[in-house]
């Protein structure tokens, strides 16, 4: 039974909840069960419908929305300029939801956010990072004083921006800034803004060869330096982008 429940709370807009508050109760049973087991995207829907269809649960299920906000922050220390404080949503990857891989924080986007923390003084300059997901790396380079745009695809892109509004003041304190706009850059680089960053970056952005042209072409049009990082999955990565002269970085130490 709450095999069938959890289906329905996957599929509900807690804008628009079934018609039937006699239902609240199983909603909000259905809440508690799904965040103890640690599905928290589940358990908030379940809960957002309970406070739609009988608002005097609103504080009980506005104290599980709580719980579900905690337990789906992931704090990441960077070495030497501080912490970030990220929004994942790793059920979102593993059951391949609306956001697929942008919703955790992964091995490759640690490494970047150390290396560049470790390796220069961002003060003053313009980062850009390609398929941002929860934008750790880019959030990183934001501690070191860049200004950063993160960038991915429209789906990933409301997770993106809560994540730059939860580290804006460190940003900030640190003489950083980051913003978020929507990019697929498997398209052609038409945007003139493009071509105006220091450094592009960017994390396990491919996983087939024939995406290596594409990606390798972008970067090329834009016309800044580019460092990436990514697992060495398969054998042909590096190679396939050293081939369109785009500087690739393997990381040995990052296994997914």
Known sequence: ?????????????????????????????LARQRLAAGKSEVAAKAAAVAMQLRPELS???????AQVEAARLECVQVRGVGSLSLEVWPESVKDAGSLYTGGAVWKAG????????????????????LGSGTGVAGLAAGLCGARVVLSDLPAAAPLLQRNVDRNRRSLELKGGSAEVRTLDYREACADSCLRTFDLIVGTDLVWQEVQCTPLAN?????????????????????????CFQCGAHDCPRAQQ
């Open 218 to 242: 972008w970067c090329a049009a834009c016309g800044a330096p580019v460092l990436l990082v990514g697992v060495p999955r398969w054998p042909w990565l590096r190679e396939a982008l050293l």
């Open 59 to 65: 504080e009980e299920a506005g104290d599980l929305l």
């Open 110 to 129: 640690l490494e970047l956010a150390q290396e560049l923390a470790s390796v220069a003084d961002f003060s003053g300059r313009r980062v850009l990072e």
């Open 1 to 29: 039974m709450v095999g069938i429940w959890e289906a329905e709370a996957a599929q509900v807009d807690p804008a628009q909840p079934p018609a039937e508050p006699e239902w609240a109760d199983a909603w909000l049973r």
